[in-house]
């Protein structure tokens, strides 16, 4: 497994907390509610040997995500407008769906295999990805790869 090119997606609740941490830290240097990085991991309780060790290797999802591909598949019951409520969902981001495959329903669920391309005018892209989950039917939605 080569180090430089593994990336991973994770849900917030599974990352440590030190990481969250960091990308606190990061977030007040940016908005100058801190000026030093003494000052902005003194404020969120980290140590700065810790910021500058993750500090290059976490950010929230949706920063940098502009004129991004976002491939991503989800398990979905079989019911009709289903499909239709998600791609919505994606129109209503402004995001441009680049490819779709649904799967033949099988005991009443389906997989969709779903690749977005993440516009300027696209909103939080990690936004669109919870209202997706959220919906009824909607069973679980994963991230297969970002580009």
Do not use: C, W
Not at 24 to 41: G, P, Q, Y
Not at 79 to 84: A, D, R
Not at 93 to 117: D, R, V, Y
């Amino acid at each position: 497994m080569s180090e430089k090119s593994k990336y991973f997606v994770l849900k917030q609740k599974a990352v440590p907390e030190v990481l969250l941490k960091v990308v606190e830290a990061k977030r007040l240097l940016e908005s100058k509610r801190a000026m030093t990085v003494h000052e902005a991991t003194e404020k969120v309780g980290i140590s700065r040997s810790s910021f500058y060790k993750y500090k290059d290797d976490i950010f929230p999802f949706h920063d940098n995500a502009k004129g991004k591909t976002i491939t991503f598949v989800l398990q979905m019951e079989d019911e009709p407008g289903l499909l239709s409520m998600v791609l919505k969902i994606v129109a209503e981001f402004s995001a441009n769906i680049l490819t779709i495959h649904q799967s033949i329903p099988i005991n009443g669920l389906a997989s969709l295999t779903m690749s977005i391309e993440v516009l300027p005018t696209t909103g939080d892209a990690s936004a669109m990805i919870e209202k997706i989950e959220e919906q009824p039917g909607v069973h679980y939605i994963k991230i297969l790869g970002r580009e």
